[in-house]
């Protein structure tokens, strides 16, 4: 507590003397990657709270943090004894992030944040407000620089090329395919500043990003030339070999230093530049010259790299395979050993890592695990931790949402286990998610169709009791990238950018993954990647149906079969001859026997 | 043919005389409405295709028709024998009507047409390529007006009010309403030119246009003015007699010739302009002075209309109650003559018609009745003529998609009637129609949904068997106005404008219509209207409902109730028993007996 109160002490004379009135610290890095590394967890280290999710506001006056629903009870905790007053976003007469700009600036304030780690459209909009109160900005200071003394440095750890018998396609045919799309938006110049967009264009990998194998670097692109700021000035170690020198060659691409991105991109003299305002950030806007036209457009490299290839799709059945046999394999060592020897929350997650790392392909974790006992199962994002972990014992339900990364592609997989008897309540509960998930992944539909048309599938069985989980139905799934991947997705609130609301498309990954959360009492999830497939082609147009990827026993302890109707027991039924027909062959003696109940007919 | 011929042939000595190289003439009149009156069918008059929807485009080389699927068949035969080629819209290789004018119009040419009958967002589409081409617009000359010698005048009826108890809400209220919306999007004039909007602002009817009871008019909307441009400078009959004078005084609206709108609007100084680029004429845009900065949002009146308050839903439940006794009485009629006297499409529709005009509430036909026997049903909008229609017999089905207008609102009703003996695979695809039509109007659904979540509930049956229908499901339904309404629906396909996508609200009427076309041998569509409602409220957020507002039988002769689901055969008998409840006061004998077994349990 002492502490924040000293760290925000020293902020403020740092503020006093850049003359900044107000500083705003989000958590992001310089590519608004989902999880960032240790350099630029600055709000966490003025804040103390260490969600993944939220922005600090420092004013000489007051110090505040918005956080978002999921975070409301941990922040709480973690802000008690500082002055940080937690703002409640989305909550009846908590003010945005925006409003409360408006309110706390002075007339002729100066407002101050590292344009790096602002979202283009985020800064836009704080720009609104300050020009309505004449106020000026302050774009290029990241005061923690010279305040915090033991900061981890910038990662920059070595990268690695990804076959082509992994990745599918050539980068050089990708870049092709990204000029062509250039040329159709009238575009001269393309800034790619995402790091999934990049790795996966130029077909490499790094380890840069917490959970998402990727590179720090950003991407020019032209007609005629293709820049990767990605060099290390000041090299400890050697990242960029000359194996990935000579490979960049081949493909055309150009080696510059990262750190000389923005001064190149202020060079940039004129022309149409493609850009996603939605993802580079602030700095860049200010640093492009003001005569150049943006072209405001998703990259095209998003669509491009959620439709998988033939070569992706082959590889994602096997790390799928991979990924069921360790999870099928902790599933019975689970339903085995339940009340019988000592299990906790994180000695579960353990041995389900364990059984990952049997597999010689698998990397790392796709995200934080997920393992989530009785009532911590009703909060959605739950993480446990050593200390205060539960006990796992019979007479509850365990939610476990995991997934690996292989270089035949990343998985993420939720199941949800009964624990010996469980009440009527809970099973009735799981039954319901159950029908869900396996009414969307059964569903046919007309090509052109998007998440929106298709979300209400999985809520309808329990949207009709009154029931509802506060979340997506699914997301995409990068191929050894991040786990949580765009364009495509299963909701039912429409995005306001109509291209946003993807089509779904052969090759898509998107996960079903519908849950129920009882608050002090349990929570449940079930959740398959699927893969889109183009089905018959008749006089209605082209049809379209999911494979599934994910190949993993639904527990049948948790399913009460008197709510099943006739065509969910078939799709269960099918569903798990499938589980049964591609495991077993992996399995044998009691494991075998207990794989074959654990998949019966119903 | 001849005649076509030398009209043509008078248009392009009038072309001629005017510097016009290219003459296009859509269908429309100067309110972008649905349907329009005689004076309008200026492209009707120059090909002779009587269809209601297409455009003509005339060069001095050629003549093409732009039309959409409903009417390729129609048009090739209208158009035989002339030189008018037909141009099938969404057919590969067939050019739109903007790719067609880049093609033949030359470089430095001309492009006429009446910018009154053209929509703004289509002119604008056309000069893009004019620009192109440098070629200039003539956008002020009607050609019909000195060539069509017999034209029919523009029609100006009667207009009356429509009393408060009727639509719930005075008009002072309606415009001070949108006054407080202009104010929201910073607007300081409205112009509205729309007819059904005009209506609904001040509760006045006409019949001007057919099926739709509105009267020619603009207005223009200030927050100290309100002007309403109707008034006929040579009025024959008196239309806006003192109590309409003297209303509209009351309520502060000032009325001016209908031909002065133009130059009125030609004269607004300054300010910015809340328009709707997709309702208003090119015509306006052109005569509104260069320095107006437009807002080109939905007019407010379109949601405000669209959501239904309580006296007109009290009242659209007294007239679907008279509606369904006209509709159900013409089923025993039908069922228990079918095959014993000579009935004929057009019989039939006249016999239905005498039903509804039994009730003294009924005005008119809310749109064209669509009355289609066994292989016609499969043309989703068949037209039956006297002279070529099609016997009624046992052995097929019929379908029959009528309405009415009341002064308690308007309706719009299809049933499917399965006469004598049908063939297996007709009661199939009825049964799958019903089941269909049955899903989507038992959805209960968060609010915040809009049509594109809920359209998969009806086509679900449909799409998992490589079946569908290639029209939406739904439409909204006008008070006293048009039978085709927005902002509601239930469409799959996704309006690239998010305002289009309207959130379904309390008090929102949608048609529930799926069906199922065979060509060549028969048809099926069942539709009710659906009255959206608020249900329960909980943490889930507030859950939403449908009422039937539609309460006549459905045949049960056409169901197959093998391929009934438990949940498809509650549903079903749970909605006969309420016809049977609302409807059995007004039956007696054997009329009585025969509604019993027709809503009997299944």
Chains 1, 2 share one sequence.
């Not at 992030?97 to 407002?111: C, D, F, M, N, R």
């Not at 790392?357 to 934080?368: G, I, L, N, T, V």
């Not at 008897?421 to 090509?447: C, G, I, S």
């Amino acid at each position: 507590m002492k502490m924040i109160q000293e760290r925000l002490c020293k902020l403020r004379t740092s503020m006093k003397a850049a003359g900044i009135d107000c500083y705003l610290i989000p958590t992001s890095d310089y590519h608004d990657s989902e999880y960032v590394s240790g350099f630029f967890m600055v709000r966490k280290y003025f804040s103390g709270f260490t969600g993944s999710a939220g922005t600090l506001v420092v004013t000489g006056e007051e110090a505040v943090l918005f956080t978002d629903g999921r975070y409301f009870i941990q922040a709480a905790k973690e802000l008690s004894g500082t002055e940080i007053k937690l703002m409640k976003m989305g909550e009846p007469g908590v003010p945005s992030i925006k409003q409360y700009l408006a309110q706390v600036i002075k007339e002729g304030g100066t407002l101050g944040f590292d344009g790096r780690v602002v979202k283009a459209d985020d800064g836009k909009e704080y720009e609104e407000v300050l020009a309505q109160k004449k106020c000026s900005v302050v774009w290029n200071r990241d005061l923690a620089e010279e305040i915090w003394e033991d900061r981890p440095a910038l990662v920059h750890n070595p990268v690695f090329i990804l076959e082509e018998s992994y990745s599918g396609e050539k980068a050089s045919r990708k870049i092709s395919r990204v000029r062509d799309k250039m040329k159709q938006e009238g575009a001269d110049v393309h800034i790619l500043t995402s790091l999934d967009d990049i790795a996966w264009l130029l077909n490499i990998r790094g380890s840069d990003v917490e959970s998402c194998p990727v590179a720090l670097s950003y991407m020019i692109l032209t007609q005629n030339q293709a820049l990767l700021f990605a060099e290390e000035t000041h090299p400890e170690e050697e990242i960029w070999t000359e194996e990935l020198r000579q490979y960049l060659k081949e493909n055309q691409v150009e080696l510059r230093p990262y750190d000389s991105f923005y001064s190149h991109a202020a060079q940039i003299r004129e022309g149409r530049v493609l850009l996603c305002k939605g993802r580079v950030n602030y700095r860049l806007l200010k640093e492009l010259p003001e005569n150049l036209v943006l072209v405001d457009r998703p990259n095209p490299t998003s669509l491009m790299k959620a439709v998988k290839n033939s070569t992706e799709m082959e590889n994602l059945r096997k790390s799928h395979l991979w990924d069921a046999l360790a999870v099928t394999r902790f599933m019975y060592w689970l339903k085995k050993n339940v009340g019988k020897i000592p299990i906790t929350e994180v000695s579960a997650m353990e041995y389900l890592e364990s059984m990952r790392q049997k597999c010689e392909a698998y990397r790392e974790p796709s995200f934080a695990t997920i393992c989530a006992y009785g009532a911590n199962g009703a909060l959605a994002h739950y993480s446990a931790k050593e200390d205060t972990c539960a006990e796992i014992k019979p007479g509850s339900l365990l939610v476990v949402d995991s997934g690996g990364h292989y270089l035949e592609g990343s998985t993420d997989i939720t199941r949800t286990f009964a624990l010996g008897e469980v009440p009527r309540e809970m099973k009735e509960h799981f039954t319901l998610v159950l029908r869900a998930m396996l009414t969307l992944k059964n569903t046919r539909f007309l090509y052109g169709c998007r998440g929106v048309n298709l979300d209400i599938r999985a809520r309808e069985v329990l949207w009709e009791r009154g029931l509802d989980y506060k979340h997506g139905t699914g997301h995409g799934v990068g191929y050894l990238l991040s786990v949580h991947e765009g364009p495509n997705s299963f909701r039912w609130k429409l995005q306001p950018d109509y291209q946003e609301n993807a089509v779904l498309e052969e090759g898509m990954v998107t996960t079903d993954e519908p849950g129920l959360y009882i608050e002090g009492s349990h929570g449940i999830r079930i959740e398959n990647e699927l893969l889109c497939r183009k089905g018959e082609a008749n006089e209605y147009g082209q049809f379209m149906y999911f494979e599934d990827l994910t190949c993993v026993p639904i527990d049948l302890d948790g399913v009460d079969v008197s709510l099943l109707e006739e065509k969910d027991k078939e799709r269960l039924n099918s569903y798990h001859k499938e589980v049964f027909e591609k495991l077993s062959p992996y399995f044998e003696g009691e494991e075998l026997a207990w794989l074959k109940n654990a998949t019966r007919e119903i």
